[in-house]
């Protein structure tokens, strides 16, 4: 699919857009994909499973150079034409996969967040796909809130609640929850290939699975654009890339941010 003007002007403005079947054609790959590294799982494999007994969550980051089906999808499929017009930048430029396989049952939310403050990377161009690979109902649906991409970063937390920096003192996020009436949240029912487009400032969180008897599988693709420049986190960010050895502030480049123009 393309995206009009509209749709591209209507993003910059919300931080957030849903792109009905912007990926149809690459659900069966990528789902095989996530077979191959559920088996096989990665350096970056963060899964958690609750204290409660319930279904695990299972999560990985980093692996598009070795599982086959996101190289093909990295390499030849639209999200770089898709995140170029978005973004409203010349290139566009892959920064990380990153999966989430909520298995039925799970009792784990994922909490507000905004992903900017997590990675080592900065710049105003960015834009996340998040391709859910089974269908998802609103109730499990991920949810964002609409223009928040223009707040400042606030701290970020792991999901037991506790600072990812030492020392951090930015201001904590605001409770969203409590604030549902005021602000505009977005979520949709979604198919496979569906995809939520967000900017990485964009605050959002998505629910537990307990009330689904599906898994729910998403492949989420992270671009940036031509004025995305490294952040040095000192190998402690999300994904922590502590193998990459760039100045800070210099230009994202190298061969883990392939650039499509």
Not at 116 to 138: A, N
Not at 164 to 170: H, M, S, Y
Request: glycine content about 10%.
């Amino acid at each position: 699919m393309d995206v009009t003007e509209a749709q591209a002007a209507q993003f910059r403005e919300d931080g957030v857009l849903l792109l009905r079947g912007a990926f149809r054609d690459w659900v069966e790959p990528l789902r095989a994909g996530t077979d191959t590294l559920m088996a096989h799982p990665g350096i970056y494999e963060r899964s958690y499973t609750p204290k409660d007994g319930s279904a695990r969550f299972f999560q990985d980051l980093c692996n598009w150079q070795r599982i086959p089906e996101y190289r093909d999808f990295v390499l030849h499929g639209p999200g770089a034409a898709l995140a170029r017009t978005l973004m409203g930048s010349q290139g566009a430029r892959f920064f990380h996969d990153h999966i989430l396989v909520k298995e039925p049952g799970t009792s784990i939310v994922t909490p507000w967040h905004q992903d900017s403050p997590y990675y080592c990377v900065g710049g105003e161009q960015s834009v996340s796909f998040w391709i859910p690979l089974d269908p998802v109902s609103r109730e499990q649906a991920l949810e964002c809130v609409a223009g928040s991409h223009r707040w400042k970063n606030h701290r970020p937390k792991r999901f037991d609640g506790t600072d990812l920096f030492e020392g951090d003192d930015t201001e904590e996020l605001p409770n969203i929850d409590s604030r549902r009436d005021e602000l505009r949240i977005m979520g949709w029912a979604m198919e496979p290939g569906d995809a939520v487009a967000f900017d990485f400032h964009t605050v959002h969180g998505a629910p537990a699975n307990t009330g689904s008897a599906l898994r729910r599988r998403v492949f989420s693709a992270r671009w940036v654009g031509d004025d995305a420049v490294f952040i040095d986190r000192q190998g402690r960010g999300s994904p922590p890339l502590r193998h990459i050895r760039l100045p800070d502030g210099a230009p994202l480049d190298g061969p883990d941010f392939p650039r499509f123009t």
